[in-house]
């Protein structure tokens, strides 16, 4: 009876092994069309200077419309477009579509605004593709325009970037931001290393933090380091009305993003609520 129950189980293990691997393959497939046929798209999440109530720039992330029609989030296609080796593919979509949409973006929210583009680790420690990426953003003419964000992990790992395509990127104007600040595994190792411009704050810290002392005091630390080593110091994750008070009354934090504001939205659809974002504390409408 022991001997069955356990011979079921492994027939049950094997059949959840086949069904993950089909479900890989199948998303392997539909990838590998994705980027053929172009299906990625940039929606933009603004970026509010909480002092003055106005659109500072825009973050851009990449969504998959697939043939259902279906958006998918990054979660579901980044880290395995990086194992198949179509990263950089996408990558190339995106900072294309990025750098299109300025126009339609200048035109609602004016053109003193800045796009931040997302750069994983494994494209960080690629010294080709950061090379190519430089090179694209140059060839863009909108270097100057642009933030590149990086984890923590990525800028300890990665010598290249720092060595080499960094004081590039520099050169042309593109500024560094250091994203999900504080949850990577070696979080100073990381201002050690480098310049960046900007430390984007995880979204966990700032998470009810009008009631979580320790979260208060974590901010503040990370505020004083962003002071010392002059780089401007980003909250992401503003969903309550109590967090942005509490950012605003008790920190001097000036840039978040937040579903608060507005959720990433297409290109189309943020023009249309450009007037929203100056007028109201919060929400729009
Ligand atoms: P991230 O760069 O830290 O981006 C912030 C994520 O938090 C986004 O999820 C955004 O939609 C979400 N978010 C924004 N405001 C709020 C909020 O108030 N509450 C909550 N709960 N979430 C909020 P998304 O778009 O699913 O992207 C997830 C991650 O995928 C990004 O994290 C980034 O690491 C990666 N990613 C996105 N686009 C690209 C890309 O083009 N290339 C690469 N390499 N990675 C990308
Ligand atoms: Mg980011
Ligand atoms: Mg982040
Ligand atoms: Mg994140």
Same mark, same amino acid.
């Given at each position: 009876r022991a001997k069955s129950a356990a011979k079921g189980t492994t027939a049950y293990f094997d059949d959840v092994m086949g069904m993950v691997a089909a479900a890989r393959l199948e998303i392997e497939q539909q990838l590998r069309v994705a980027v053929r046929e172009r299906q990625f798209r940039c929606v933009f999440q603004p970026k509010i200077d +909480? /002092?003055?109530? /106005?659109? =500072?720039g825009f973050e851009a992330l990449a969504r998959w419309t697939d043939c259902d029609g279906r958006v998918r989030n990054p979660s579901e296609f980044i880290e395995i477009a990086g194992e198949l080796g179509l990263i950089n593919d996408i990558a190339t979509i995106i900072v294309a579509d990025a750098i299109a949409s300025f126009p339609a973006l200048d035109n609602a929210f004016g053109s003193q605004t800045r796009i931040s583009i997302n750069v994983s680790a494994r494209q960080a420690s690629s010294p080709t593709f950061m090379t190519e990426f430089a090179d694209r953003l140059a060839a863009s003419g909108q270097s100057q325009r642009i933030i590149l964000e990086v984890t923590e992990d990525a800028i300890v790992a990665a010598g290249p970037f720092q060595s080499l395509v960094l004081p590039q990127l520099r050169r042309m104007g593109t500024k560094v931001s250091i994203d999900d600040?504080?949850?990577?595994? !070696?979080s100073l190792s990381a201002l050690a290393d480098i310049t960046a411009d900007e430390i984007k704050v995880d979204r966990s810290f700032i998470l009810s933090i009008q009631d979580r002392p320790r979260s208060q005091s974590i901010l503040k630390a990370i505020e004083s380091l962003g002071n010392t080593l002059g780089m401007s110091v980003v909250a992401e994750g503003v969903e309550t009305e109590d967090e942005l008070n509490y950012l605003l009354d008790? =920190? !001097? +934090?000036q840039t978040v993003q937040g579903y608060l504001f !507005? /959720?990433?939205?297409f290109v189309n659809e943020l023009v249309k609520l450009a007037g929203t974002f100056l007028t109201s504390r919060g929400k729009v409408a």
């Open positions: +909480i /002092r003055t109530m /106005r659109v =500072t600040f504080g949850t990577g595994y !070696s008790q =920190t !001097s +934090i !507005s /959720r990433p939205l």
